[in-house]
């Protein structure tokens, strides 16, 4: 089980958020000999706590704590308090997402050198390219255990009829679509079982099949004795010393008590949402605007893949909920051309809603009601659908900033989310859309559905990795450019968003992030 560290220990990793970035980089450190304590703040959860059973999850594992959605974009008005769908518990979103594993591809790390300035964005090059990230694809695709790919060589899982229908369609119109690359057990492998096909990945995987680190890498971590975890921490604020070094993070334990834990690093990985509002909530008479923030990017450049739902009606059953949640996907629009009136691209992930999340997405808000939305739900056995998933535009102006007024019950200022369409959001989604409609009228769809975006759970941004300091808040290796040792180990670190699910990219970068550190501490940089 866990280390016991003592809270005056300067010697340790603090590591905040125990999810993809965080619970991968205390493993990585933890192998290399490395302490750290992780502070969680939610509850740790067990296996059989895990239910197939899509609202009852969502209410269990969930980060509901208060936040406030503004700005114009549709989901302020149809999820005001929700703006990401994200858990609070040891192995943060890793136990809600759907295992869909996928690597950037080149010209996603560099979108100013690809298309230039964009009027009304604020997009950057990544500092590292697609080159040097690829070793550490191949280690963490090994690590998560990703099907379809060369680092496991495990097979694809079987393809369901729900795939089977997109595939059809896709190929009457001349798209490309493939299987999913799915960080999802088709064989025994890692110490878990092969999946059984239960269908509900995203309410976390009971037989554990699916990689989350709440039961590879932390338990892994954990019995090297060189890491404890600390769940029910809320992270209040990071402390720093007279020269500007970071000293420790204060933290509200499980029962309210506050705790001060010593530190010699500190690793902010908390998703994008807490990540900054913990870094503007750590300000001081030396840094007054919050930690890291001496270019005014913190919170700033909020990024959710540009999305949105379609689900057609057949008049034979498909049965889609009779497969992994993202079965395939079809590439076809993944590259970036401009001529189809959009920068970059997105894919069409096909993705099975359970009957009760259908109910509650198909016409969410005021709309949830009515005969034809009745009408659609008991067609339910007879959709297949997709989930679209495209580049969204950095805009600074899309932002996690401090509420003036309002606190939660830890006394923190409850965060709000501004998000809005960048133009080209909005284009890549109707052009999606209407690929959408002709690739299910190719397979004779009796109707076609627009789904508004869902509640965000690709955060990413607002924290971005820039090659000068005055562009972003940290470096190629996620370490602050104000502050040599605090580091963002999460998706707020991205510079631009991608095609693609983000956990991937994030496990890689905490592999690479690990080797970093262990190195910065043995030459006493750090």
């Known amino acids: 089980m866990s280390a016991k560290f003592d809270l005056n220990d300067d010697s340790l990793v603090v590591i905040i958020g125990s999810g993809a970035g965080g619970g991968t980089l205390a493993n990585e450190l933890a192998q290399k000999g490395i302490r750290s304590v992780v502070l ?52 943060g979103a890793t136990m809600h997402w759907a295992g869909v594993a996928m690597r950037f591809q080149e010209h996603e790390f ?13 997009v950057l090059d990544w500092p590292v390219s697609l080159e ?28 369901s009829s729900h795939y089977k229908v997109v595939a059809e369609g896709a190929k009457r119109i001349g798209a490309r679509c493939e299987q999913a690359k799915l960080a999802i057990n088709t064989e025994v492998r ?15 995987c009971r037989i554990g099949a699916k990689w989350s680190t709440m039961y590879t890498e932390i338990p ?11 769940p029910q921490s809320m992270v209040l604020r990071i402390e720093h010393d007279k020269t500007g070094k970071v000293t420790g993070v204060l933290y509200a334990d499980k029962d309210g008590n506050q705790q001060l834990q010593k530190a010699r690093v500190v690793a902010v990985a908390g998703n994008s949402i807490e990540s900054p509002r913990m870094l503007l909530n750590s300000e001081s008479s030396m840094f007054p605007d ?15 893949h540009t999305t ?44 099975h809603l359970g009957l009760p999340f259908m109910s509650a997405f198909l016409k969410p808000g005021k709309g949830g009601w009515g005969r034809e939305l009745a009408d659609s739900l008991a067609n339910y056995g007879n959709m297949a659908g997709f989930w679209i998933c495209g580049e969204d535009m950095a805009v600074e102006s899309n932002n996690i900033t401090l509420h003036a007024t309002e606190k939660d019950q830890y006394g923190l200022p409850v965060p709000v989310v501004y998000k809005t369409d960048h133009i080209n959001d909005t284009r890549m989604r109707n052009h999606a859309y209407d690929r959408s409609k002709e690739l299910f009228d190719a397979v004779g769809a009796l109707k076609v559905n627009n789904l508004p975006p869902y509640p965000a759970s690709h955060n990413m941004g607002t924290n971005r990795m820039s090659e000068h300091a005055r562009d972003g808040v940290v470096n190629r290796w996620g370490q602050a450019h104000d502050i040599k040792n605090l580091f963002v180990s999460d998706g707020s670190q991205f510079t631009s968003s991608g095609t693609e699910n983000p956990t991937l990219t994030i496990v890689a970068l905490a592999i690479r992030q690990a080797d970093y550190i262990a190195d910065q501490m043995k030459r006493k940089e750090i």
């Not at 149809?78 to 990401?84: G, Q, W």
């Not at 892994?220 to 600390?230: D, I, P, S």
């Not at 001496?294 to 909020?302: A, K, W």
Request: net charge negative; hydrophobic share 35%; proline share 6%.
């Open 40 to 91: 969680e703040a939610g509850k740790r959860f067990k296996m059989d706590d895990i239910e197939n059973d899509e609202w009852k999850m969502f209410g269990k594992i969930s980060w509901l704590d208060k936040r406030y959605v503004v700005g114009p974009a549709r989901i302020a008005e149809d999820f005001p308090n929700l703006p990401a769908w994200i858990v609070k518990g040891v192995g």
């Open 110 to 122: 560099k979108m100013k050198t690809t298309n230039g300035t964009v009027p009304g964005a604020n």
């Open 132 to 159: 040097e990230m690829e070793p550490y694809y191949v280690k963490a695709e090994k690590k998560m255990g990703v099907c379809g790919t060369e680092a496991t060589g495990m097979p694809y899982h079987g393809k």
């Open 190 to 204: 890692d110490g878990r079982p092969p999946c059984q096909v239960n269908g509900f990945c995203m309410q976390g």
């Open 220 to 230: 892994k971590a954990e019995a090297t004795g060189n890491v404890e975890v600390r």
């Open 290 to 304: 919050g930690l890291a923030n001496s270019s005014g990017q913190v919170g700033q450049n909020y990024m959710t």
């Open 308 to 351: 949105g739902g379609v689900y057609a009606e057949f008049e034979k059953p498909v049965h889609m909920y009779k497969s992994t949640v993202v079965p395939g996907i079809v590439h076809e629009w993944n590259d970036n051309d401009p001529t189809r009136g959009h920068l970059a691209g997105y894919e069409l992930e096909i993705l």
